[in-house]
C-alpha cells in the first residue's frame, strides 16, 4: 500500500483519520496504551490493518482431491489470499478410507487423505511458496504436516518458505469436540514432536492453533473460551520448555483461534482480552518479554453455531456483524462462513459471497482506516478488563488443579461448558434470547431449501481406487521398515517421532498405518 496514500485517509466528508486516537489527557493511562506495545490491548501491530490486511481464508474440502483442488483455486482466483483445509473424519480419526469404520464417512465434512498421492492431488498447480495453508486437524496433526513437508520437498521448494497453521491442539478435543485418539498425556507428546521439530526446520510454520472457537461452539461463555484457551496454551508451552528448548525458539509460532459471535461488542473486548492475558502469562508466568513471544496473533472464524435453517437470508447479517467483530478485534485472518451451511455443502455462489463480505468489510466499511476504533469507548474497555479478571480467575482455578490435563481428566471443563450451554438452551426456549426466525418472527412459509455440492460417489471411488494403487506399488520393504523404526521411536520417551513419520510418508505409508502404529503403542481413549 503507498505510503503516501496511507498518510491521507479521509472520510466521506473529507475529514482526515488519524493513524490512531487516543485519550487528550496525556496523564490518563489509556494515552500511553498504544497499538504495537505490550500488553497489546489495541493490536499486535503498530498500524495494524492501516499496512496490512488480515488474511482472507474460506475454509473448504470435498468428497476427493480433486474436487477440493478445484475449489482451491477458484478461491484463490477470486482474490481469497490464504488455503483453509478440512479434512474429512476418517482422516481425522487416523483412518484410511477402506477401512469399514470410515466407510460411512468418507468425504463427508471435508476432504479425504489417505497417502502422499493424495496431498500431491491436493495442492496440484498450487505454488506453496506464495500461499499460506491452514490445515484444521489434531490428533493425526504431525502425520498431515508431514505430508506437506514431503510434498514441498518433492516440488522443490525450501522448507524454511513454507508458510501456515496447523491446529495440533489436541486439547481442546478432549474438551468440546472428540476427535482425539490416544490418551492425553501421549497426545500432548505427539503435538509437542510437531511444535519442537518445527521450531528448527520450518521456521515460519505456525505450529499449534490453541483453538477456543469449537468450545464456543459447544456452548462457552466468552470467560470460558478465554480461560480455556489459554489454559491449554500453558499445558502446550509447559510441555515444550521440559524438552528443554528456548522458550522464545517456540512460542513466537503459536497462533490462537477464537470464535467471532453476535454480540458485537462483547466480541470485541475478548479479543482484546485475549492479547493482554496472552502478553502477561508468557511475560510473568513464563519470564519472556520478547515482542514476539508475547504479541498474540489469531484467527477467527464466524459462529457456525448460530446458522440457522429457518430464513437462512438472515445468516448473512449475522457472519456480516460476527466479521465486523473480528476486525474491530484485531484479527490476522478471518474466515467468514457461509449463509447455507445449516442447509448442506455451501456453494460456490455462497462462498464468494462470504468472501465479498471481508473484502467489502476491508475497503468499504472504513474501520481499517484507523487502530483500534473502538478503543476508548466506556463500555468496550469496561468489558476488557472484566473479561481480562474473570479468565484469569478460571485460569489459576485450573492451575490449582494441576494443569488443564489433570483438569480435563475430572471432566471440569467440559462440565463447565456443558452448563453453559443448558442455560443458553433454555434462554432461547424460554424467549429470552431471541433467535430472529426461529423463537420470535417466524414465517410461515420457509425459504426453498438451497443444496450445496453433493458428494459423488465417482469421486468416493477414483479416491479409494488411487489409494489401492499406492499399496500396490510402492515398496513394501520400505513401508515395513519406516514403521518398525517409528514404533521403535514411539516407545522411546525422548526420541522426537517426527523425522520417523516424515520417513513413513515418504515412502506412501498410508494415514491409517502410521495412526495405527500409535495405537498399538499409546492405546486409544475412550474417555
Avoid at 128 to 145: H, K, V, W
Avoid at 387 to 401: A, C, T
Avoid at 432 to 444: A, E, L, R, T, W
Amino acid at each position: 500500500m503507498d505510503d503516501k496514500l496511507k498518510d491521507n485517509r479521509v472520510t466521506r466528508s473529507g475529514l482526515k483519520i488519524d493513524p490512531v486516537y487516543t485519550k487528550p489527557n496525556k496523564n490518563d493511562s489509556m494515552h500511553n496504551d498504544l497499538p504495537g506495545e505490550f500488553p497489546y490491548t489495541r493490536g499486535i501491530r503498530k498500524d495494524m490493518y492501516r499496512g496490512r490486511l488480515w488474511t482472507m481464508r474460506q475454509y473448504a474440502g470435498f468428497a476427493s482431491p480433486e474436487a477440493s483442488n478445484n475449489r482451491y483455486k477458484y478461491l484463490l482466483n477470486q482474490g481469497q489470499t490464504g488455503l483453509s483445509i478440512a479434512f474429512d473424519l476418517p482422516t481425522q480419526m487416523g483412518y484410511d478410507s477402506d477401512n469399514k469404520i470410515a466407510r460411512s464417512e468418507i468425504g463427508r465434512v471435508g476432504v479425504p487423505i489417505c497417502s502422499l498421492a493424495d496431498m500431491e492431488i491436493l495442492f496440484k498447480d498450487i505454488p506453496l511458496e506464495e500461499i499460506s495453508t491452514s490445515m484444521t486437524i489434531n490428533a493425526t496433526a504431525p502425520i498431515l504436516l508431514a505430508l506437506y513437508i514431503v510434498l514441498a520437498k518433492k516440488n522443490g521448494v525450501s522448507l524454511d518458505k513454507l508458510r501456515g497453521t496447523i491446529q495440533n491442539d489436541i486439547l481442546k478435543e478432549f474438551i468440546a469436540r472428540g476427535t482425539y485418539i490416544y490418551p492425553p498425556e501421549p497426545s500432548v507428546r505427539l503435538a509437542t514432536d510437531l511444535v519442537t521439530h518445527c521450531s528448527k526446520e520450518l521456521p515460519l510454520w505456525n505450529t499449534i492453533s490453541v483453538s477456543g472457537y469449537h468450545m464456543s461452539e459447544a456452548g462457552a461463555t466468552a470467560v470460558q473460551e478465554l480461560a480455556f484457551t489459554f489454559s491449554n496454551a500453558i499445558a502446550y508451552v509447559k510441555s515444550a520448555l521440559e524438552r528443554g528448548i528456548d522458550i522464545n525458539s517456540f512460542v513466537p509460532r503459536f497462533s490462537f483461534f477464537f470464535v467471532a459471535q453476535t454480540n458485537l461488542l462483547e466480541e470485541v473486548a475478548k479479543f482484546r482480552a485475549a492479547r493482554r492475558i496472552w502478553a502477561k502469562i508468557v511475560r510473568d508466568r513464563f519470564g519472556s518479554g520478547d515482542i514476539k513471544s508475547t504479541r498474540l496473533r489469531f484467527h477467527a472464524q464466524t459462529a457456525g453455531v448460530t446458522l440457522t435453517a429457518q430464513q437462512p437470508q438472515n445468516n448473512l447479517i449475522r457472519t456480516t456483524i460476527q466479521a465486523l467483530a473480528a476486525v474491530l478485534g484485531g484479527a490476522q485472518s478471518l474466515h467468514v462462513n457461509s449463509f447455507d451451511e445449516a442447509l448442506g455443502l455451501p456453494t460456490e455462489e455462497s462462498v464468494e459471497l462470504s468472501l465479498r463480505t471481508q473484502q467489502i468489510v476491508a475497503f468499504e466499511s472504513g474501520i481499517t482506516d484507523t487502530v483500534d476504533p473502538m478503543g476508548g469507548s466506556y463500555f468496550v474497555e469496561n468489558l476488557t478488563d472484566r473479561l481480562e479478571k474473570l479468565s484469569f480467575d478460571y485460569i489459576n482455578q485450573i492451575e490449582e488443579m494441576g494443569g488443564a490435563v489433570n483438569a480435563i481428566k475430572n471432566g471440569f471443563q467440559s462440565n463447565e461448558i456443558h452448563n453453559s450451554a443448558y442455560k443458553l438452551q433454555k434462554d432461547i426456549e424460554d424467549g429470552k434470547n431471541v433467535v430472529v426466525g426461529v423463537n420470535k418472527y417466524q414465517s410461515s412459509d420457509n425459504l426453498k431449501i438451497m443444496r450445496g455440492q453433493n458428494i459423488d460417489k465417482n469421486d468416493i471411488d477414483k479416491h479409494l481406487n488411487r489409494l489401492y494403487r499406492v499399496r500396490k506399488k510402492r515398496n513394501q520393504n520400505d513401508v515395513r521398515t519406516s514403521l518398525k523404526e517409528l514404533e521403535k521411536a514411539a516407545v522411546t520417551q525422548n526420541v522426537n517421532t517426527m523425522p520417523f513419520i516424515i520417513k513413513c510418508v515418504e515412502v506412501y505409508a498410508t494415514v491409517g498405518e502410521i495412526s495405527d502404529v500409535f495405537r498399538k503403542v499409546f492405546g486409544k481413549y475412550d474417555g
